[in-house]
């Protein structure tokens, strides 16, 4: 019953019950529910109905019952050791503080002598972190002061409190309200509250065989008015105060339509947040993988002057009083341990570069996954398949990948297919290869229990499946019906996954196919919460609660190592994963999950991409069209605009909703979706360098303002509007009928409308003219940009075509920017096949000279990529001459937009040249 309430929910669990006996009472509870869609909220706890959560939240502010042993600190080269001693409980607590490179520090609290192991986050963190000298500074009966770098951390005995302070400011404290809990293992006793030892939600026991286990703390930071990151949720970018209601969730789930300006759990879980002001911004990490919950309180300075006073006698500067903003923060999560980094920026590019210190950065991915994908659930066969290719040519709108959903299989099993429908997998995707196209199928981690299915006979075989409570392997439903999920925390499990890949053993599979990982929460359709129950069993004996948010990041880990495994690692892999956690970055896209058809989630869209992307995830993208619902034309339009500007790019639909392939509307819409794809497509050069940047320094692709404007308080709050890169602002529109927009140009340097080219100088707010045909971006005054604008069916057409660089003058005639080219598939560059070009212009006087030149970096690459055109925009007056190595350039001066266009600058992109503009 509990299985079909929920197909009634979802809809999307109706095949799975059609194969079941279930069928006839989920049709009849079908026809008689409305076709009303959304979210079921009985089917996901509250913190009321979460017990760790409960006990947690009603900690109340004030003097901590945990204080340091003085006798017990320790100060080594790199770190302080102590003890802390918790004065109801009596158990004492041993606290690591290591100080590492680039203005960061690493805090963890473990119980000295728990009666079981405590689980510590694996797989995310490198093997060694580089660390730094930590100098002792003073220390008193009641305090003890180190430094290192240019940071200062000081230690408060009793209560126990840690501060992290730059030029005197405090930045960062821990524990400042007392709220610090550590839940250490016990044996049961008769006085313990309902919900340590066994819960209950809805049907489903959690027996909890280990009792209670919380851990949290309380993490202020002073000064600040904004704080941002820990998705993925349904939110605003800068984040809310949870005070009287629900605080945010981070549980990997499974959430049916889900609603907006929510603090729910959603499909991914990154337990990392940023806080900012004006000259600082600075980042901590909660590496725990089990479920948490986070409030946040936005109050002014009590708190920090409380800090200030104890550190008025202490430090040699203190910081200035006076009434300030400040951002309270709550963590707990329901085991594990406190696994805390700090990160003290001052810039937010040094916060990004320090996240990606400690979690990775995004791999660089082919260049066939940054541009269109089109996706449905579900392309019916073969002819299917190759009439939408024959569709998207005839509309000359290009597309690199088409998507194959669940229906493409045999009977749910994954990693076969239904022989009937596609008889001939390998021929349908040469066929496509021909144009440079790619397939994705999706491979889901829930495996059907069936006879003669040879990756289910495999897994029981090997004994891979996790467990249930009681030692058996874990039997849930979802779309297959009966079905055992995979141990992905074993690595011997993962490597047997990425082996299953080999096109010897994924049959009708070709090098063209890629792959997608669905469901992977893991979500578990009679489960509690939709999900797997959490006292199920895991490699090591770990709980499923222990491990819960990871689980899905393991899965596409070893997805993306069978795609290397099968080209003997020669190709770059592409797997798009639901779920996601601290470090899914190294292992290719994800998106924002089912979304809908209305105008609400396109305009939530950017918020929740800009979060994703801020909390170190660059690669992410929402459904255009919006999964759930038909999608009308007007709505299309104007997601296609917004997509082509996102970092991932691609269309999906429900199998219930209407085709919204763009060929299949008429014009005006077809017209304005092809151009949004064809942009895309031209921007494709920015977007490949971009990734590349991102792979070195880890910062986000879809930026807020704030991030490239941080001492403007006016742009801390702005998610209307959002950067590519630092050079492009785009301003989509997303209301029905909506005609302009409103932009803030942030800075002192013009943003030129690319349309247009008119220069809008900032800052100022101003309204922009925004028809159904315009999406308002503009590009910064002061950047380069490479296009490519030849017209093509697939990026893989484009590789050897020639790039037209657009350059944007400051006010002081002065722009640059930066290309970078490889062969865009392989693994090649990281031999040193790859070129990295700087380009500038300077002006002096009545002269400006462009220069492109390789980068010190730059290695070396074979391509018959070249320059067609450089155009210039700003250039105040017609020039007398322009000129390369003393001969004639042919140009073209437009007096109305001052415009330079020079034809043919340079037939290769290998060597360094120089144009010299003379007015």
């Known amino acids: 019953k509990e299985l079909c309430s929920h197909v009634t929910q979802t809809q999307k669990n109706m095949i799975a019950c059609a194969t079941s006996w279930v069928a006839l009472l989920c049709a009849t509870l079908l026809a008689t529910t409305a076709v009303v869609m959304a979210v079921d909220r009985g089917n996901f706890k509250t913190c009321e109905q979460s017990s760790f959560c409960r006990r947690n939240r009603r900690l109340q502010p004030g003097s901590s019952v945990f204080s340091v042993l003085s006798d017990s600190i320790d100060a080594g080269d790199d770190a302080l050791s102590m003890t802390l001693l918790n004065s109801e409980t009596s158990i004492e607590f041993s606290l690591t503080l290591s100080s590492l490179k680039d203005n960061s520090a690493r805090v963890t609290i473990q119980e000295k002598q728990p009666m079981h192991p405590r689980y510590q986050v694996q797989d995310v963190l490198p093997e060694n972190l580089d660390t730094t000298k930590l100098d002792v500074e003073s220390s008193s009966d009641s305090m003890f002061s180190a430094k290192f770098g240019d940071n200062q951390v000081v230690v408060h005995f009793s209560p126990f409190q840690l501060d992290f302070i730059r030029n005197g400011d405090v930045v960062v404290s821990l524990n400042s309200r007392g709220l610090l809990n550590y839940e250490h293992y016990r044996p049961k006793r008769d006085t313990d509250e309902d919900g340590m030892w066994e819960e209950s939600f809805k049907t489903h026991k959690d027996t909890k065989p280990l009792g209670p286990s919380s851990v949290g703390i309380d993490i202020a930071f002073p000064g600040a008015g904004h704080v941002y990151g820990i998705p993925e949720h349904a939110d605003k970018l800068a984040l809310r105060d949870t005070s009287g209601g629900e605080p945010y969730r981070l549980y990997n789930l499974d959430v049916f339509e889900y609603e907006l300006d929510e603090t729910m759990a959603l499909y991914g879980s990154i337990p990392y947040m940023l806080a900012h002001k004006a000259g600082q911004t600075s980042g901590v990490l909660f590496l725990n993988s089990a479920e948490m919950w986070v409030d946040v309180s936005h109050t002014t300075s009590s708190v920090s002057s409380r800090i200030i006073n104890r550190l008025r006698s202490f430090l040699t500067k203190s910081a200035t009083e006076g009434t300030k903003p400040q951002v309270d923060t709550h963590w707990f999560a329901e085991s594990g341990i406190i696994d805390l980094f700090v990160l003290l920026g001052p810039s937010p590019h040094d916060v990004f570069r320090q996240y990606a210190a400690l979690t990775g950065t995004v791999e660089l991915p082919p260049l066939f996954s940054i541009a269109y994908h089109q996706c449905r659930w579900n392309y019916n066969d073969e002819e299917d398949v190759a009439m939408v290719d024959r569709r998207y040519d005839e509309a000359d709108i290009p597309v690199d990948v088409l998507w194959l959903d669940i229906e493409h299989t045999d009977g749910k099993r994954y990693m076969t297919w239904d022989t009937a429908k596609f008889p001939t997998p390998e021929n349908m995707q040469n066929a496509l290869a021909v144009k440079g196209r790619k397939m994705v199928n ?29 030692n058996n392997p874990y039997d849930g439903w979802c779309w297959p019906g009966s079905s055992s999920w995979l141990d992905f925390m ?156 996102q970092p991932f790019m691609r269309a999906h639909g429900h199998i219930d909703t209407a085709r919204r392939e763009p060929y299949l509307f008429d014009e005006p819409f077809r017209g304005i979706v092809r151009n949004a794809v064809r942009t895309r497509y031209q921007l494709l050069p920015l977007w490949y360098t971009l990734f590349y940047q991102s792979s070195v320094t880890g910062a986000p692709l879809m930026r807020p303002l704030w991030v490239e404007y941080p001492n403007d308080p006016q742009t801390f709050a702005i998610e209307n509007v959002h950067l590519v890169g630092s050079d492009l602002l785009v301003a989509p529109a997303t209301a029905p009928g909506q005609s302009s927009v409103s932009v803030y140009f942030a800075g002192s340097e013009p943003w030129y409308d690319v349309e247009t080219l008119q220069p809008h100088v900032g800052p100022a707010t101003k309204t922009i003219s925004a028809p159904l045909r315009k999406v308002p971006v503009f590009q910064r005054g002061g950047s380069i940009i490479p296009k490519k604008m030849r017209v093509r069916r697939s990026s893989s057409l484009t590789h050897n075509d020639p790039f037209t660089l657009v350059a944007a003058l400051d006010t002081t005639g002065s722009a640059s920017g930066a290309l970078y080219m490889d062969d865009y598939h392989t693994y090649q560059y990281k031999s040193n096949k790859f070129l990295l070009v700087d380009m500038a212009i300077t002006a002096s006087g009545n002269t400006y000279t462009f220069t492109w030149k390789l980068n010190t970096a730059s290695g070396s690459l074979d391509t018959n990529e070249w320059v067609e055109r450089l155009v210039i925009v700003g250039v105040p007056s017609q020039p007398k001459s322009v000129t390369k190595n003393g001969n004639v350039l042919s140009f073209r001066y437009n007096s109305q937009t001052n415009s330079l266009d020079i034809k043919q600058p340079s037939k290769t992109v290998t060597e360094d040249f120089t144009i010299t503009i003379q007015l």
């Open 490 to 645: 074993n690595p011997e499990i993962r490597s047997w996954w990425a082996d299953q890949f080999a096109l010897d053993k994924y049959k009708g599979t070709t090098l063209n196919m890629y792959f997608w990982n669905d469901m992977n929460e893991p979500s578990v359709f009679n489960g509690p919460e939709i999900t797997m129950h959490k006292d199920a069993k895991h490699f090591g004996g770990w709980e499923h609660r222990d491990v819960h948010n990871i689980y899905g990041m393991w899965q596409q880990a070893s997805t993306a190592e069978g795609i290397r495994r099968r080209s003997g690692g020669v190709e770059r892999p592409f797997v798009l994963s639901r779920a996601f956690f601290a470090g899914s970055q190294r292992y290719g896209a994800i998106w924002t999950g089912d979304n809908t058809a209305e105008w609400s989630h396109l305009e939530a869209s950017l918020p929740m991409l800009m979060s994703i992307g801020l909390a170190g995830l660059p690669f992410a993208g929402a459904d255009i069209g919006g999964f759930f619902k038909n999608v009308d034309a007007e709505l299309l339009a104007r997601w296609y605009q917004a997509g082509a500007y």
């Open 442 to 470: 999706i491979v889901d981690p829930h495996i059907k229990r069936a006879n003669g299915y040879h990756i289910h006979e495999e897994a029981q075989k090997l004994d891979y499946y996790i467990k249930n409570k009681d």
